[in-house]
């Protein structure tokens, strides 16, 4: 029994004298706690909840008969195209363009209406100056929906007058004439519902994934620096000397981290539903125990760098790769579905990524935590924790 | 901080009295050495690399129960080495050790609680308060959560007590070695490992610690403890003097002196030139070893077995010859002479 409550009071031993050395520097808890918090807020004060507006300029000649409705039909796509006037030299648009005074350069097919009689397609040259492969796509779909409508208004003055010159040459067509000739033109129509009822802002959807690439990293690098830190102070030659034994070492560490993050999670968690109201669909004790999975297996990865690295600069560079990994890989940035097949394993093999399909799911749908996922991630914990506990007890000798 | 030079004649003037005091409980001492070996050591070398640096080479001692065992030696002798094979830190490359009568890789939780270590540099906490760094300490050697009477009385030993509150970076190096000490004693271990305690600190705060050694001692502790301050050879029972790696002896104080030396000096004065055949007719006295000491004119060192029985004789002999002797006293040599002498004697070996 006295060895059981020898070993219970070892294993609590660094929670104390860890929440001890981090309350000692009040800065590192407002950068722990109101840090991420503020990058949120920025983040949704600095991202609009609508597409981007490309000011765009027009090159039509004057004798073309689509430059009366170049303008109208610009405007008519609503805040995507800003319009920008109408140009008749397409060189001095283009300069223009190059000295990104504008976005998106429109050159107006000359004599549209001869060019179709020809049985040819009258087309709309668009021209931009973006390298970001995201942007151009969006300029391309932006692009097509000028010239879709500009179809359908074509298509729809061609009907009506179509139905004009045909009236009351065959009764069969009457039940036509009734029908508009826009619904002629365009005689389907989609209208969009999610699942969902709640409609996500973009800082509410990125919510969840930018709280638990925080909580990674914070988890990372606190623990990244812990061992590495000990034994380069000298002091982990004591614990080789002294009862405390590496399996106790280790729980008392993950536990006193644990607990500390824990805190910070739960302050950053009611800022975030609470403070910038992002809504919070699913079970609270879901959202808590996606958060201590993703805590534990993140101080997992934490504590192998820790124990690999010889020096606290190497362990900081290490937890930045696995930042920036987590990035790129974990759906944050990218949607995982985009990956490359052989890619996702990399993808699966981040906290983050089970961290934020789990959180999503709970948060956003209000769905309960998906079991593989779940399952997943713990089995990295587990594999992580065994891997420190043969690290730290080689270190320990 | 800066120490007068009064305050250190002062320090001085006690630690040049304890050898004296030290002669006297000889007789103790050498019934305490009958104890059982807590620590055995035989052929013990440790290398590093591919084995061409040898940092510790085939060493023979052992340290007997309750006894404080001194390691003296130069920076880089080895020393540190020694105490990390005992401590389990490192492992042999040859030889055998044994502490607590077994190995030290095959250490039991409960023998780890029976071991104090005191590591040469501070390696406590620099964030957190003295208090807290000592509670910290107690609690990874499991000490009982009804502690603070013990962490208070412990503070109170290495003056602490009113700075327990303090940062342990805005400590002095002295106050932060006093608090290291406290930590290895936090939970009573029976066997301390102390390596170079008194580094870096001033004589006041060495002179004490080597007392609260003591008191340790005297509670029935055994103490290793190393140190590169050659003087402090006096406070221990048995010295292990090292250099380049190796034990050159290990031996009471007292021995290594008579050893290093051939025997106990004596320091004749006379009011006379003393000559060249004053000199042969000391030497061919039957007590007297080797050859006498030429100081100056006036001033001769004698080698004797035992001082005390051999100034009596050598003033009488003094007066036949003719000289008058002015003053005749016992010489105790420092430590640094010493340990001087024996690394001559182990050079002239080889």
Redesign the interface.
């Known amino acids: 029994m006295n060895?059981i409550?020898?070993?219970l009071?070892?294993i609590?031993?660094f929670p104390?004298?860890e929440l001890?050395?981090i309350l000692?520097?009040p800065r590192l808890i407002l950068t722990l706690v109101l840090g991420p918090f503020l990058i949120i807020l920025l983040f949704g004060l600095g991202y609009p909840d609508e597409g981007r507006s490309l000011r765009t300029t027009f090159v039509v000649n004057e004798q073309n008969p689509l430059a009366a409705q170049v303008e109208e039909f610009a405007k008519d796509l609503g805040p995507a195209i800003i319009y920008q006037g109408i140009k008749n030299d397409q060189e001095v648009a283009l300069a223009s363009l190059a000295l990104s005074q504008t976005d998106m350069v429109v050159v107006v097919p000359d004599d549209p209406v001869a060019k179709i009689q020809n049985n040819e397609q009258a087309q709309f040259l668009i021209y931009h100056n973006e390298v970001d492969p995201f942007q151009i796509a969006y300029i391309r779909s932006v692009g097509n929906l000028y010239t879709s409508e500009l179809n359908r208004r074509v298509l729809a003055s061609l009907t009506k007058e179509g139905q004009e010159s045909v009236s009351g040459l065959n009764e069969n067509l009457s039940e036509l004439n009734a029908v508009s000739s826009s619904v002629l033109v365009s005689p389907f129509s989609s209208e969009f519902h999610g699942l969902s009822e709640v409609q996500y802002t973009p800082v509410g959807f990125l919510s969840p994934a930018v709280i638990v690439l925080l909580l990674q990293h914070l988890s990372v690098t606190i623990s990244a620096l812990s061992i590495v830190r000990e034994q380069r102070?000298?002091?982990m030659?004591?614990?080789?000397?002294?009862?405390?034994?590496p399996l106790e070492a280790l729980i008392s560490k993950y536990l006193s981290y644990i607990l500390f993050n824990a805190l910070v999670a739960a302050v950053l968690s009611a800022l975030v539903v609470w403070g910038i109201g992002v809504p919070m669909l699913g079970n609270w004790i879901n959202y808590a125990l996606v958060l201590l999975i993703l805590l534990f297996t993140s101080l997992g990865a934490g504590f192998a760098i820790s124990l690999i690295s010889e020096t606290e600069i190497q362990a900081v560079q290490y937890a930045m790769l696995l930042l920036l990994a987590s990035i790129f890989f974990s759906g944050f940035f990218l949607d995982l579905r985009l990956l490359w097949e052989p890619m996702k394993a990399v993808a699966w093999s981040l906290p983050a990524t089970y961290g934020i399909r789990m959180l999503q799911d709970v948060m956003l749908r209000g769905y309960p935590i998906p079991l593989l996922v779940f399952q997943g991630i713990l089995a990295i914990g587990i594999v992580l924790f065994l891997i420190n506990f043969f690290l730290l007890r080689k270190k320990m000798? | 901080m800066e120490t007068s030079p009064l305050l250190v004649t002062r320090v001085m003037g006690i630690v040049n009295k304890i050898p004296l005091k030290r002669l006297q409980m000889k007789a103790q001492k050498d019934r305490d050495f009958e104890l059982p070996k807590i620590i055995e050591t035989k052929n013990l070398t440790k290398s590093f690399g591919d084995g061409d640096e040898v940092a510790v080479n085939s060493i023979d001692l052992y340290v007997p129960e309750g006894s404080i065992f001194g390691l003296i030696g130069p920076s880089g002798c080895g020393k540190t080495t020694t105490v990390?094979l005992m401590?389990?830190?490192y492992q042999p490359t040859e030889g055998e050790i044994s502490v607590f009568g077994k190995r030290p890789?095959e250490f039991s939780?409960?023998d780890?609680?029976k071991?104090g270590?005191l590591?040469q540099?501070f390696?406590?906490?620099p964030?957190?308060?003295v208090w807290?760094n000592l509670?910290?300490a107690a609690?990874?050697?499991?000490?009982?959560?009804f502690r603070n009477k013990r962490l208070n009385k412990l503070l109170d030993f290495v003056e602490l007590s009113e700075h327990k509150n303090k940062?342990s970076r805005f400590l002095s190096g002295g106050m932060n070695r006093r608090l290291s000490l406290a930590a290895t004693l936090v939970h009573n271990p029976e066997l301390l490992?102390l390596d170079e305690p008194t580094a870096g600190i001033d004589p006041i705060l060495r002179v004490k610690f080597w007392d609260y050694f003591r008191q340790l001692q005297a509670e029935g502790h055994t103490l290793v403890v190393t140190t590169q301050y050659v003087g402090e050879a006096e406070y221990c029972d048995l010295v292990g003097v090292m250099y380049a790696g190796r034990v050159l002896t290990v031996n009471t104080p007292e021995e290594l002196r008579r050893k290093a030396f051939g025997g106990e000096i004596v320091h004749i004065v006379t009011s006379e030139r003393i000559e060249y055949i004053h000199r042969v007719h000391l030497e061919k006295l039957p007590f007297v070893k080797g050859n006498v000491a030429i100081i100056n004119d006036n001033e001769i060192k004698v080698f004797v077995d035992d001082a005390d029985s051999a100034i009596p004789q050598l003033i009488e002999s003094c007066q036949e010859e003719g000289l008058d002797v002015q003053t005749i006293e016992k010489q105790i040599p420092s430590f640094d002479d010493v340990f001087v002498r024996i690394i001559e004697e182990r050079g002239n070996h080889e």
């Open positions: 060895r409550f020898k070993s009071i070892r609590f031993s104390q004298k001890a050395e000692r520097q102070s000298g002091i030659e004591l614990f080789k000397v002294a009862p405390l034994k000798g | 990390r401590t389990g830190v890789a939780t409960s780890r609680e071991i270590y590591i540099q390696v406590m906490y964030d957190l308060s807290e509670n910290f609690s990874f050697y499991g000490v009982s959560i940062i490992f």
